[in-house]
């Protein structure tokens, strides 16, 4: 079902999908703060207001980096990760934990990112055994179950 | 090829060696460290003599610190009231700590344990020095 996810949600999306992400906010294409997770309201302009700086930041540092435009940017350092991600009508960006994987964290940026534009949603596997969760029975099935919208259907 | 058995100080090197660089790699993971990646997943790591670098780093860093200030203060409020109606963390430390040990009956350990004893039944303990025959 494509379309559900809107902006006020978003962050908190990703917040349920990954264990590892404390706290999010998405904004708009004109930098303002659509949407956060993990943080009052007041709070969530100051983290607004620092990823914006972050990509502007990364487009400063892009001048001397060869390749396209960056998309995606991660930062370590010491007490966290920061993850953000954007496309041409928004930006989203978590702060995780320090030992969350890179690859999973931008990979649930991405997803959610496209279903909040209106692409497949990220569907959550359920347990075989749990009551009510019957398995798939064709492939075409299994590929839709994927959590990966890449391999989906 | 069958691998050289070692002696005790070989073994002794090989865990200083693995010791060693389990430092080194935490250290490393460790290291503050920004990457970038384009439309296509390619990622590249920003250098830190880079234009950028240390701004990009600080505004991580400053997110992080926002979100560590946030959840320190969520932890610092109760979860559920505390005993005896202190509705904030505040309250709660000012109220005086039961002592760790001793029990909560405010009477002497020795007078506790010869009450147990009563109800027991058991003989009380001898506490004081036998009589002797000159102390008559």
Avoid: N
């Amino acid at each position: 079902m494509a379309g559900t996810l809107t902006p006020e949600r978003t962050a908190e999306r990703l917040c349920e999908l990954s264990a590892d992400a404390r706290a999010a906010v998405l904004l708009d294409a004109a930098g303002s703060p659509a949407g956060a997770y993990g943080l009052s309201e007041e709070r969530s302009g100051e983290l607004a207001e620092l990823a914006r700086g972050l990509f502007e930041a990364v487009d400063r540092a892009h001048r001397d980096i060869p390749g396209g435009p960056p998309e995606q940017v991660e930062a370590q350092v010491e007490r966290g990760t920061v993850y953000a991600s954007r496309t041409p009508h928004w930006t989203l960006a978590v702060v995780g934990r320090r030992g969350a994987l890179s690859s999973l964290m931008l990979m649930d940026l991405r997803a959610v990112l496209r279903e909040l534009e209106g692409g497949p949603q990220v569907r959550r596997s359920t347990a075989a055994d749990e009551e009510g969760a019957a398995g798939p029975a064709t492939e075409e099935a299994a590929a839709g179950e994927s959590p990966i919208p890449e391999l989906g259907g | 090829m069958k691998e050289k058995r070692k002696g005790p100080i070989g073994r002794a090197a090989g865990i200083a060696e693995g010791l060693a660089a389990t430092v080194r790699r935490m250290q490393r993971e460790r290291e503050p460290r920004v990457l970038v990646y384009d439309e296509t997943g390619y990622a590249r790591l920003v250098q830190p003599d880079g234009r950028g670098y240390e701004s990009l780093l600080e505004t991580a860093e400053r997110m992080v610190a926002l979100v560590d200030e946030v959840e320190t203060a969520e932890k610092a409020k109760p979860r559920r009231p505390a005993v005896g109606g202190a509705e904030t963390a505040g309250e709660a430390e000012e109220k005086p700590r039961r002592a760790k040990t001793g029990g909560g009956s405010g009477k002497p350990r020795v007078a506790r344990r010869s009450e147990a004893a009563a109800r027991r039944g058991a003989k009380p303990r001898r506490t004081g020095r036998a009589p002797r025959e000159d102390d008559a």
